[in-house]
């Protein structure tokens, strides 16, 4: 009876959702329009966003991953090759938000997998993406709660699924709310499988009103490590990069925030005049970020190289700045210390660490981890020297030093973080593989058969 309750007002909220985002359709539109002008959105396929489809769909079932940006849709290439080699006939689209993504996930996924930029969340785009699509089942990647689109394929008897699913306390403490709660129960209750990326993840999912039978752990996917393609140019580029830092001491700062470039800087100035030879490498969040940094160094005295000129390193070059997208884990190759940023400052919430500790990193980072804080704890669980946090700069400075002088202590934590990332990555998706094909696949057999 409660349950009921719960749900006819869930409806209600639906509907007062449904209705306010059709009446702001118009000014969504224009929102699009000024964000195709800024560079924000593909000036060619745009049009995706409004669920109008730039490529055929083909015979057969469908199986839609969606992914709002590059870090979600990276995770999702192996469990998408892994369904592709258990069921070749199955074709498979994917939908993802951001431009960033599109260019790396264009060059980087197998030419049978279909790429096209995610509708909006408002009734009209949806109706024309899932009208045109039809997709036998819906993959939704980390935390893509959108009303119109779960409501949508709930009425059009798609099943859906949501992978490494994650809410942050923020989002947690919104939906949480009197209004709201019914909404997010009945959006969740719509889902056959929600694999949550840990057990703090799956208890705020339970506390939502989801369905306790459907929530079933698998596993990180970003542990996962899937590799991209590298055209020639890039590549030639990156081993010719690799000898030329082969006499220099290498760190790596990556994924860096608007402010973390000063806490580098004073690192990176400290270190110079203890070590010389240093060579400090910055990969910013976001690659335009790394063009404003260059010039912010150059006029502070630093000697700095930008990624994206291809130039070779001068006499004196000691900052490297990296401003272009698709080439982190490749770059983890080169250096033995990584410093995730995204971390340093307060109000930020980490990123991925795994992908440095899969190529034999030292791993550093910030107290300020957001989401990933069950991630490091797992990882130093595995291994206590695999990953160290540093609470500030001066904290810092002092790791990145002994790290530098203490060969042994190095290797020690290099190894540590290699060995933690293989035994914590084992598995996972072959567990994703075994949920999906249970919870999803059997119901797309059963109706393939019930056709026939």
């Known amino acids: 009876m409660a349950w009921t309750r719960r749900m006819k007002k869930g409806l209600v909220v639906y509907n007062i959702y449904r209705a306010l985002s059709y009446g702001l359709s118009p000014l969504i539109r224009l929102h699009l329009q000024w964000r195709r002008f800024r560079g924000l ?7 995706e966003r409004l669920g109008l489809p730039s490529q055929p769909r083909r015979p057969g079932p469908l199986l839609w991953f969606h992914a709002v940006s590059l870090g979600e849709g990276m995770i999702a290439i192996p469990v998408i090759k892994h369904c592709i080699r258990k069921m070749p006939h199955l074709n498979v689209l994917m939908t993802i938000t951001t431009v960033s993504a599109f260019e790396v996930l264009s060059i980087s996924l197998p030419s049978e997998i279909i790429l096209q930029f995610s509708p909006l969340d408002t ?17 939704l990647m980390e935390s893509e709660l959108w009303p119109n689109l779960i409501m949508g394929a709930s009425r059009n008897g798609i099943t859906l699924a949501l992978l490494n699913a994650r809410m942050s306390e923020k989002s947690f403490k919104v939906w949480s709310q009197p209004m709201l709660l019914p909404l997010i129960s009945l959006m969740l209750s719509k889902f056959s499988l929600i694999a949550p990326l840990s057990t703090e993840q799956g208890i705020r999912f339970q506390l939502l009103q989801a369905p306790p039978c459907i929530i079933n752990f698998s596993g990180d996917l970003k542990y996962v490590i899937e590799d991209l393609v590298v055209e020639e140019r890039e590549r030639n580029y990156l081993d010719n990069l690799r000898l ?21 800087l004073g690192v990176h100035i400290a ?24 010039k912010k160094l150059e006029k502070e005295g630093q000697n700095v190289i930008l990624r994206s000129h291809f130039e070779k390193f001068k006499p004196g070059t000691n900052i490297y700045v990296v401003d272009t997208l698709g080439e982190l884990r490749h770059l983890y190759t080169l250096t033995p210390i990584a410093v995730i940023g995204g971390s340093l400052l307060p109000g930020l919430s980490g990123h991925n660490i795994s992908e440095a500790a ?13 989401h990933f804080s069950h991630m490091v704890l797992e990882m130093q669980r595995s291994n206590p020297l695999s990953v160290l946090q540093v609470s500030d700069k001066l904290e810092l400075e002092k790791a990145l030093f002994e790290l530098f002088t203490n060969a042994t202590l190095l290797e020690a934590r290099r190894r540590a973080a290699k060995e933690a990332f293989c035994r914590l990555s084992c598995g996972i998706v072959e567990n994703i593989w075994s949920l999906l094909n249970f919870h999803i696949f059997s119901r797309l057999s059963a109706e393939e058969t019930h056709r026939v």
């Open 358 to 370: 899969a190529a034999g990193c030292a791993v550093l980072t910030g107290c300020h981890v957001g």
């Open 41 to 47: 959105e593909h000036s060619r396929r745009w049009p």
């Open 123 to 139: 009734p009209t785009s949806i109706h024309s993406f899932l009208d045109y699509w039809k997709p036998n089942a819906i993959v």
């Open 271 to 294: 270190l110079m005049q203890q070590q010389p030879n240093i060579m400090t490498i910055i990969v910013p969040r976001h690659p335009h970020q790394g063009r404003e940094m260059a």
């Open 244 to 264: 030329e830092l082969t006499q220099k001491q290498v760190w790596m700062a990556s994924s860096i925030h608007r402010g973390e470039e000063e806490i580098i």
